[in-house]
């Protein structure tokens, strides 16, 4: 019995994860040849604030790259500097 066990962060709808189990099952099916009735597919939502990459967690990361988005860039400011 394949055991497919995957651990993402959480935010997805659930249709997205449904579609996503289903999608793997067919997967293992198809490429292990096991019945689908044997197959299990397991997925798992952790919260950014428990998700690190390196030292820093997901939400962190992301809310750094949502400022830096926000933030014009060294050619936008050199753009907007200088006068017509």
Do not use: F, Y
């Amino acid at each position: 019995m394949p055991i497919v066990h995957i651990e993402m962060i959480a935010g997805r709808d659930a249709d997205t994860i449904k579609n996503c189990l289903q999608e793997i099952a067919r997967v293992v099916h198809k490429t292990l040849g096991a019945p689908l009735s044997t197959i299990r597919v397991i997925a798992s939502e952790v919260p950014s604030t428990h998700w690190a990459i390196g030292d820093r967690t997901r939400d962190e990361i992301d809310a750094e790259n949502a400022r830096a988005a926000l933030q014009p860039t060294e050619q936008t400011r050199s753009n907007t500097s200088t006068k017509p």
